[in-house]
């Protein structure tokens, strides 16, 4: 049974930092790609940061160089380090693990699938 439990979200004024976590349950962060998805009021969700099996992360061009993406395999955690926050950042974050495109209610991003969910946690940017 796949569980994903994100934490660190939060309130902070614009250029503060968050930093998120993910513990990850009953899934190998090692063997498979992981990833941290956003959805603002209204709009679709969709993909922030992933990294790879071999720990490479990619981003969406509005985090880059502002978001960091990384993974701890003995602690089991993905991290999302959040700096230079913007109002725009605002949302629920969710993390993500690939799973079964034959499984419905997953979404892409950069050509990987990601049907196993967190509960999301809110980041609030003002």
């Known amino acids: 049974h796949v569980q994903l439990v994100e934490s660190g979200g939060g309130s902070v004024q614009a250029g503060g930092s968050l930093r998120l976590s993910c513990d990850v349950s009953?899934?190998?962060?090692?063997?498979?790609?992981m990833a941290w998805f956003c959805q603002a009021p209204g709009k679709m969700r969709e993909g922030v940061a992933s990294i790879d099996r071999a720990g490479y992360p990619t981003y969406t061009h509005s985090v880059k160089g502002r978001f960091t993406i990384s993974h701890d395999n003995a602690k089991r955690t993905l991290y999302l380090q959040m700096n230079n926050l913007r109002p725009e950042d605002t949302a629920m974050y969710y993390c993500?693990?690939?799973?079964?495109?034959?499984?419905?209610?997953?979404?892409?991003?950069?050509?990987?699938?990601?049907?196993?969910w967190g509960q999301g946690t809110q980041v609030t940017v003002s």
């Open positions: 009953g899934y190998s962060v090692q063997t498979a790609y």
């Open positions: 993500a693990a690939q799973g079964n495109t034959a499984n419905p209610g997953g979404v892409w991003f950069r050509g990987i699938y990601y049907g196993y």
